[in-house]
T-cell receptor
Framework: KNQVEQSPQSLIILEGKNCTLQCNYTVSPFSNLRWYKQDTGRGPVSLTIMTFSENTKSNGRYTATLDADTKQSSLHITASQLSDSASYICVAASFMTTDSWGKLQFGAGTQVVVTP | NAGVTQTPKFQVLKTGQSMTLQCAQDMNHNSMYWYRQDPGMGLRLIYYSASEGTTDKGEVPNGYNVSRLNKREFSLRLESAAPSQTSVYFC???????????????FGPGTRLTVT
């Protein structure tokens, strides 16, 4: 079972409108939560990384929130642009203190289409 | 500064053929990774190299081998390709990963592989 669930699977929004993407995770122990943007035919690009002590983080028109108690995160896109059309991937990181390597669990992504 | 580069971009193989996917990074990163991305699923880790000279299995290593040739290069080999290995393969690198660390991963553009 995937430890990172994203919703919705896809959405269509009008240019200039806002939208919010959801992410629920169950990884344990939890270290940090990441959001990536993946354009069609390209590799993912990091938008934000938040540790369990951070509630919100912004990157331009992208604002991520994290509730480590409920294990939920959201990504809010403000004043969407055509270039925001992409897949947005939520990633939960889990690190064991005795490991030199941690595990990243990737969600399947939310496909966002911004229309004129 | 090209970041992470991958070759080839596209490849079609027949079942049983072998091939090597090449990856190089110019950011002097210690850690490198190979992922596969399948429709409707999150990225899954095949192999990783925490530092030069070390490699370890990820979540889905069967049917693959890797070589960390030097600090810059990390190759992925399919010895006997199977249709189940049809996927998009991404190489990534990061400064390092470990407990309490959360350096972001930088992804290459991907290799789209079809096995018939």
């Amino acid at each position: 079972k995937n430890q990172v669930e994203q919703s919705p699977q896809s959405l269509i929004i009008l240019e200039g409108k806002n939208c919010t993407l959801q992410c629920n995770y169950t990884v344990s122990p939890f270290s940090n939560l990441r959001w990536y943007k993946q354009d069609t035919g390209r590799g993912p690009v990091s938008l934000t990384i938040m540790t369990f002590s951070e509630n919100t983080k912004s990157n331009g028109r992208y604002t991520a929130t994290l509730d480590a108690d409920t294990k939920q995160s959201s990504l809010h896109i403000t004043a969407s642009q055509l270039s925001d059309s992409a897949s947005y991937i939520c990633v939960a990181a889990s690190f064991m203190t005795t490991d030199s390597w941690g595990k990243l669990q990737f969600g399947a992504g939310t496909q966002v289409v911004v229309t004129p | 500064n090209a970041g992470v580069t991958q070759t080839p971009k596209f490849q079609v193989l027949k079942t049983g053929q072998s091939m090597t996917l090449q990856c190089a990074q110019d950011m002097n990163h210690n850690s490198m990774y190979w992922y596969r991305q399948d429709p409707g699923m999150g990225l899954r880790l095949i192999y990783y190299s925490a530092s030069e000279g070390t490699t370890d299995k990820g979540e889905v290593p069967n049917g693959y081998n890797v070589s960390r040739l030097n600090k810059r290069e990390f190759s992925l080999r399919l010895e006997s390709a199977a249709p189940s290995q049809t996927s998009v393969y991404f190489c990534a690198s990061s400064e390092r990963e470990g407990a309490q660390d959360h350096y972001e991963q930088y992804f290459g553009p991907g290799t789209r592989l079809t096995v018939t």
